[in-house]
Nanobody, 120 residues
Framework: QVQLVESGGGLVQAGGSLRLSCTAS????????MGWYRQAPGKQRELVAG???????NYPDSVKGRFTISRDNAKNTVYLQMNSLKPEDTAVYYC??????????????WGQGTQVTVSS
């Protein structure tokens, strides 16, 4: 069984910073892409940042220059450093990873979500 566990959310003032972490555990053979998504109330879930196994990254314009995604392959962990936070960044943030458990093909797994609230 594969699990993704997130940490690092919370309440921060506009202009502040937060760092999210997500660790994958279980019977893991290989991890392909990893990423962070967010979902605000009444809105669709959207990609915030993605990173490949080779550490190529991609960001939407809304967070480019403010958010940085990184990963530690030895720890099966992905991070999201969020700087210059804005009230519109308020959402539940979800970790996603494309994982191949031992003896199985690649499947997308999701974390439970962590709340990020940015006050004005």
């Amino acid at each position: 069984q594969v699990q993704l566990v997130e940490s690092g959310g919370g309440l921060v003032q506009a202009g502040g910073s937060l760092r999210l972490s997500c660790t994958a555990s279980g019977s893991i053979f290989s991890i392909n892409t990893m990423g962070w998504y967010r979902q605000a109330p009444g809105k669709q879930r959207e990609l915030v940042a993605g990173i490949t196994s080779g550490r190529s990254t991609n960001y939407p314009d809304s967070v480019k220059g403010r958010f940085t995604i990184s990963r530690d392959n030895a720890k099966n962990t992905v991070y999201l450093q969020m700087n210059s936070l804005k009230p519109e960044d308020t959402a539940v943030y979800y970790c996603n990873a494309n994982i191949s458990p031992y003896g199985m093909g690649y499947t997308d797994y999701w974390g439970q979500g962590t709340q990020v609230t940015v006050s004005s």
